[in-house]
């Protein structure tokens, strides 16, 4: 997996199989990343993680609104 230097600048690789770095990166990617980063992510990960990343308040409630409307639309 090739790095964004915009969402990762501290390293050159990560192991996806270990749970801190896969969590680390995540939240990175919910803070830095672009639409086609976001995209890549798989939300239902994101969605049980989403109260473990320590975001940032403004980007914790977005996430957290539509995570919300997302279960009430699938009712």
């Known amino acids: 997996m090739v790095l964004p230097r915009y969402i990762v600048w501290s390293t050159d690789k990560i ?3 270990d749970p801190f770095q896969r969590k680390w990166f995540i939240r990175q990617v919910l803070i830095h990343g672009r639409a086609e980063d976001i995209k890549k992510l798989n ?3 994101v ?3 989403l109260d473990e990343l320590n975001l ?3 980007i914790y409630c977005l996430w957290k609104t539509y995570f919300e409307a997302r279960r ?4």
Request: aromatic share 0%; no cysteine; hydrophobic share 20%.
């Open 47 to 49: 969605e049980k993680l």
């Open 56 to 58: 940032p308040e403004d």
């Open 43 to 45: 939300l239902n990960e």
């Open 15 to 17: 192991d996806m199989n």
């Open 72 to 75: 009430h639309d699938s009712r």
